[in-house]
């Protein structure tokens, strides 16, 4: 979700939020079972939509489904019921998620003939994923890393523009999207690296003295 969802909206949309989650948690819904359906709306939305060219229909369907990942949060809060396994799954199904988004946009750009587009959504869904695993391979060593440019987030945002442009019928959309998140995913790579290389480093340090 995006940054103001996480702060200020976030907080605005609470009351919503919870009131929705109370009434999940009446009828028995998890937070891991609304945390799983909203993934399987994205994966068949990406399938069946996105990789056949009906980018609106998609990028409607992937937008709604945002509403899960406030709804799962909201339900383990009023549940007081956070968990390390609810955090894993989280974690896994947003990476399931955003491949299938990318490789949906990929195969649709592969059978339009735009390769470079699809090379490019390619390079972004392969940076994206190393994005987060640095993140986690950092955190099993001991650190915190939260230094990006281009966290999930704002991907997230960008590869929505991206296809609304193309709907819209702005040339190059797609190429220019997938390029620059790319781009931008690669830049957070290496910018959570160099932050995981400095704690680290630190750490070594009030180790040795």
Not at 121 to 150: C, D, H
Request: aromatic share 4%; with cysteine.
């Amino acid at each position: 979700m995006a940054k103001f969802l996480r702060t200020s909206g976030r907080a605005g949309l609470r009351r919503y939020t919870d009131a929705a989650a109370k009434v999940l948690i009446r009828v028995g819904v998890s937070a891991n079972a609304v945390t799983v359906a909203g993934t399987a709306i994205v994966v068949a939305a990406s399938v069946l939509l996105l990789s056949q060219g009906h980018l609106l229909a998609g990028l409607i369907v992937v937008g709604l489904s945002v509403f899960t990942d406030l709804l799962d949060g909201a339900i383990a809060r009023v549940k007081g019921t956070t968990s390390r396994f609810g955090a894993l799954l989280d974690s896994t199904c947003d990476r399931l998620a955003d491949g299938a988004m990318l490789a949906g946009l990929g195969y649709w750009l592969l059978t339009e003939e735009r390769f470079l587009g699809c090379a490019l959504a390619l390079l972004a869904l392969i940076a994206g994923q190393v994005v987060s695993y640095v993140k986690a391979r950092a955190e099993g060593l001991g650190v915190q890393v939260t230094a990006g440019i281009a966290e999930r987030p704002e991907r997230l945002i960008l590869a929505g523009v991206a296809v609304l442009a193309e709907v819209l019928g702005v040339p190059w959309a797609m190429e220019a999207g997938m390029g620059l998140l790319a781009l931008l995913a690669s830049i957070t790579v290496v910018q959570r690296l160099v932050q995981a290389r400095e704690l680290l480093d630190a750490r070594e340090e009030r180790v040795d003295a």
